[in-house]
């Protein structure tokens, strides 16, 4: 079973920027979509963005634009590239296989804090 390990949150003031990363166990890591999710406490966890696994990309709309999913297969890395970051992107980030470009599809990580705050 794959597992997924999210690092790269922090604190960061409004405007600013992080960048996250997801380490991705398992030898066929290339053929799956993968995935960033997000959830605020008491919340569903949300959509952000994914990629497939010929790098189509798939974006909430707030996020479009601010917003940047990449990958390296080689390295079983995915990353979420986060500019221009609004007190409401505060959440904790998970990534995941994904299914129908939307669908999570595995077990969850720990996930990385993302705390946007002056």
């Known amino acids: 079973q794959v597992q997924f390990v999210e690092s790269g949150g922090g604190l960061v003031q409004p405007g600013g920027s992080l960048r996250l990363s997801c380490a991705a166990s398992?030898?066929?890591?290339?053929?799956?979509?993968m995935g960033w999710y997000r959830q605020v406490p008491g919340k569903q966890r949300d959509f952000v963005a994914s990629?497939?696994?010929?790098?189509?990309?798939t974006y909430t709309d707030s996020m479009k634009g601010r917003f940047t999913i990449s990958r390296d297969n080689a390295k079983n890395m995915v990353y979420l590239q986060m500019n221009n970051l609004r007190p409401e992107d505060t959440a904790v980030y998970y990534c995941?296989?994904?299914?129908?470009?939307?669908?999570?599809?595995?077990?969850w990580g720990q996930g990385t804090q993302v705390t946007v705050s002056s």
């Open positions: 995941n296989r994904v299914v129908g470009l939307r669908t999570p599809f595995g077990s």
């Open positions: 398992g030898s066929i890591f290339s053929n799956y979509a």
């Open positions: 990629i497939t696994s010929a790098g189509t990309t």
